[in-house]
């Protein structure tokens, strides 16, 4: 899975980046190739090695076909309530985020979004339910080349639905 200077890639867990630089870096004595990247959302910099961007999960934005399956997982809600304890749920969905799996981080946002509408969910939920909410709205706004505000509204009136 080859990157270019320049190009948009989603890192998981940390959202979308754009490679600034590969340069060559030197470790005790061995030389690797490593992407710099630069993640969107705050600025931060991240460094993966070139042999291991698939191994860390670092792959390329999310086709448009992709983009509507995704929507079908948010819009599916045939879903049985989650019964687990808040605990077993947040393990649960920080595993899936940490795939960087846009199919599982958007079936998080939509169960998160369900149990929303039954009760409050607790702290831990919230933070879950927004990283989660970030990390789609980030990569379908960078894949279509459109405004992050545009595609949060669309996930809204969704959701609303």
Request: proline share 3%; aromatic share 8%; glycine share 6%.
């Amino acid at each position: 899975m080859a990157f270019e200077v320049g190009q948009k890639c989603v890192v998981p867990q940390l959202g979308v980046g754009i490679v600034r630089s590969i340069d060559n870096m030197d470790f005790e004595g061995v030389e690797y190739r490593v992407y710099n990247i630069k993640i969107l959302e705050n600025g931060m910099e991240y460094s993966c090695p070139v042999d291991r961007a698939e191994a860390n999960g670092l792959r390329h934005l999310i086709p448009e076909d992709a983009i509507e399956r995704v929507y079908d997982v948010l819009r599916d809600r045939d879903k049985p309530a989650d019964k687990q304890t808040w605990n077993r749920r947040y393990r649960e969905y920080t595993a899936k985020i940490q795939t960087g799996d846009p199919m599982e981080v958007a079936a998080v946002l939509r169960d998160l979004s369900m149990l929303r509408t039954e009760k409050q969910l607790s702290f831990g939920e919230r933070r879950m339910y927004d990283k989660a909410h970030g990390l789609i709205v980030q990569e379908i706004s960078a894949a279509r080349d459109q405004d992050e505000e545009a595609v949060s509204a669309e996930l809204k009136a969704l959701f609303e639905k």
